[in-house]
């Protein structure tokens, strides 16, 4: 509350917001915590189909 609209924060995740109910595990502390984080937020989302690491050539098992 005390940074609200004086900074900014970003997020980055692997899942899509309507994903997190799941991860969290609890469906109403995870619609507070996205209710607060879209509220007045920007999204950006990347698509692709080929992992960072396989197109950067970072081995995945190491």
């Keep these: 509350e ?3 609209k ?6 980055c995740s692997q899942f899509d917001i ?5 991860k969290i595990g609890d469906p109403i502390m ?8 879209v ?4 999204t950006i989302v990347i698509d692709c189909k080929e992992s ?3 197109r950067k050539g ?5």
């Design 39 to 42: 509220h007045d937020s920007y």
């Design 52 to 54: 960072m690491r396989k």
């Design 58 to 62: 970072v081995n995945e098992e190491g």
């Design 30 to 37: 995870a619609d507070a915590i996205c209710d607060r984080i």
């Design 6 to 11: 004086k900074a900014s924060t970003i997020f």
């Design 2 to 4: 005390t940074r609200y």
């Design 18 to 22: 309507p994903g997190w109910r799941e």
